[in-house]
């Protein structure tokens, strides 16, 4: 069984930094590409990284594109998220998800593993 789990959320001020974490395991990591997705209250589900299997080309969202950076470390099983200058609209839930595919990984329909999400908070 495939468990996703992420960690590292919290509260921050604005401008401040936060590293999230994914540790997968139920799964071959090196074989899967990995996402970062996040919800804010009453909006849907949006994408903000991905990372493919090769590690190599990774994808970001426009509006946070210069400020995170997606990485994964094989040997550990675990993807991150290190995101920089937050900003009180990068408030949100932050979903890990992997994919065995490796095209179109900015649509969340391509993952069909999901973490139970972690609680990132930017106070202005």
């Known amino acids: 069984q495939v468990h996703l789990v992420e960690s590292g959320g919290g509260l921050v001020q604005a401008g401040g930094s936060l590293r999230l974490s994914c540790a997968a395991s139920g799964l071959a990591f090196s074989a899967n590409s990995m996402g970062w997705f996040r919800q804010a209250p009453g909006k849907e589900r949006e994408f903000v990284a991905a990372i493919p299997r090769s590690g190599v080309t990774t994808r970001y969202a426009d509006s946070v594109k210069g400020r995170f950076t997606i990485s994964r470390d094989t040997a550990k099983n675990t993807v991150y998220l290190q995101m920089n200058n937050l900003k009180p609209e990068d408030t949100a839930v932050y979903y890990c998800?992997?994919?065995?595919?490796?095209?179109?990984?900015?649509?969340?329909?391509?993952?069909?593993?999901w973490g139970q999400g972690t609680q990132v908070t930017v106070s202005s």
């Open positions: 998800a992997a994919t065995g595919n490796t095209i179109n990984l900015h649509i969340t329909e391509q993952y069909p593993n």
